[in-house]
């Protein structure tokens, strides 16, 4: 199916699907995004490193990645923010995440190829801003039960050098 024949109510859901992640991160809900996803989600954030090798010395070198997560991982990193043990998100970092430029790039019978701009806004300690911003790719995968599901993600960010450590779910 090509995606300029999507019907009107795919694509809401697809917009509900996004618009209900944003909250439920936005709002600290981290068990129940953890229901957004699919078992075998994979969910990375290359980073593009500014290389000093001759030019095309690193074409065949893996990205760097600063997030390479499986549905475990991120199960076991939402277990140990909850714990309060976690300095990065303690007391929990206050974001608000914007979605924009949803644009369905693939379709099959049962997955989706989406394409979208994020940005966060974060304040920690009542006092520290910062943002970030960036595109993701994603892979949505049709479920009977719960309507979509989170299959893969890649986040790049359109930072050189990062604000701060990063803690939280894109």
């Known amino acids: 199916m090509e995606t300029s024949q999507l019907d009107v109510e795919l694509r809401l859901r697809i917009h509900e699907f996004y618009a209900r992640e944003t909250m439920l991160l936005d709002d600290g809900r981290l068990d129940e995004w953890l229901r957004l996803l699919a078992p075998d989600v994979r969910y990375t954030m290359p980073f593009p490193e500014s290389s000093t090798h001759p030019l095309g010395d690193d074409d065949d070198l893996p990205p760097f990645l600063l997030f390479n997560d499986d549905y475990e991982s991120l199960k076991l990193r939402i277990a140990r923010l909850a714990t309060g043990l976690a300095p990065g998100e303690t007391p929990r970092t206050i974001t608000q995440r914007?979605?924009?430029?949803?644009?369905?790039?693939?379709?099959?019978?049962?997955?989706?190829s989406v394409r979208s701009s994020v940005l966060v806004f974060l304040v920690r300690h009542e006092r520290?801003?910062?943002?970030?911003?960036?595109?993701?790719?994603?892979?949505?995968?049709?479920?009977?039960?719960?309507?979509?599901?989170?299959?893969?993600r890649a986040i790049t960010l359109a930072h050189s050098v990062l604000p701060r450590a990063i803690s939280i779910f894109f």
């Open 128 to 152: 520290h801003e910062n943002f970030f911003i960036g595109k993701r790719q994603d892979v949505l995968r049709r479920d009977e039960g719960s309507g979509l599901l989170l299959a893969a």
């Open 98 to 112: 914007i979605v924009s430029d949803i644009l369905v790039t693939d379709v099959s019978d049962q997955e989706l």
